[in-house]
């Protein structure tokens, strides 16, 4: 991953008329690696900006807050990013070089979450959650069960962006 797929990205929420507020990019570990050892980046002679990145890195060690911003890109680290589990056919690059083989690639999400009706996720209770408590006297143990039944899906497909990365690469 590079400076370059921030830009494109970027670029692409504003084709869609995406606010480009609150945006978020969600990398797994690898990308953060490659990231955090970009040369334009870590040297801070040519961007003081970047101050500190070796010594703090992009991402936070508790995984709950972003310490850099790329393009307007609060970036997060996530180790449940999905993996590709089949060939995608047919991809290019932002530059059009194409790609052989996608199987196993990482999908890097980068979105906005500016208002909910350009958020890409909805999602929805189908029963409220009920709760169920009994005790066997027995064993002098006690139970409780809940259930509820939710959904998460992509409601707004144009709001989210993907990079797929090689994380074999590494």
């Not at 999400?109 to 006297?137: L, N, Q």
């Not at 409780?144 to 690469?169: C, D, K, W």
């Amino acid at each position: 991953m590079t400076l370059e797929d921030f830009s494109y990205a970027r670029y692409s929420l504003q084709k869609a008329n995406v606010p480009m507020a609150g945006m978020v990019c969600v990398v797994g570990p690898e990308q953060e690696h490659i990231i955090n050892t970009l040369t334009n980046i870590v040297n801070v002679s040519n961007n003081p900006m970047w101050e500190g990145i070796i010594t703090s890195g992009i991402g936070d060690m508790t995984g709950t807050r972003f310490l850099r911003n790329i393009y307007g890109f609060d970036i997060y680290v996530s180790n449940r990013l999905a993996n590709t589990s089949a060939d995608e056919a047919a991809l290019t690059t932002y530059d059009d070089s194409s790609v052989i083989d996608t199987t196993g690639y990482q999908a890097n999400m980068f979105f906005s979450m500016a208002s909910d009706m350009t958020k890409p996720f909805v999602g929805a209770v189908g029963r409220a959650p009920r709760m169920v408590s009994w005790r066997d006297e027995d064993i002098e143990t006690e139970y409780h069960q809940l259930t509820t039944s939710f959904g998460l899906g992509l409601y707004r497909p144009e709001a989210l962006i993907t990079v797929l990365t090689n994380p074999a690469a590494y």
